[in-house]
């Protein structure tokens, strides 16, 4: 059996966002990149709420 490990690398390797491991589903991103997106969505939330008279 392939650990997560060895999937999620392979999975990085070839270029892919998903892979399956286990019969779940994840995603090839890191934590720091995850931090980032995320870090990003509410920098870019925050901006737009700013811009907009509505809120």
Do not use: H, L, P
Request: proline letters at 0%; hydrophobic letters at 30%; charged letters at 25%.
């Amino acid at each position: 059996m392939v650990s997560f490990k060895q999937a999620f690398n392979a999975a990085r390797k070839a270029g892919n966002r998903y892979f399956s491991w286990n019969g779940d589903d994840y995603n090839t991103m890191t934590e720091e990149e995850q931090d980032y997106r995320i870090g990003d969505y509410f920098r870019n939330f925050k901006s737009n709420v700013g811009n907009n008279s509505n809120f």
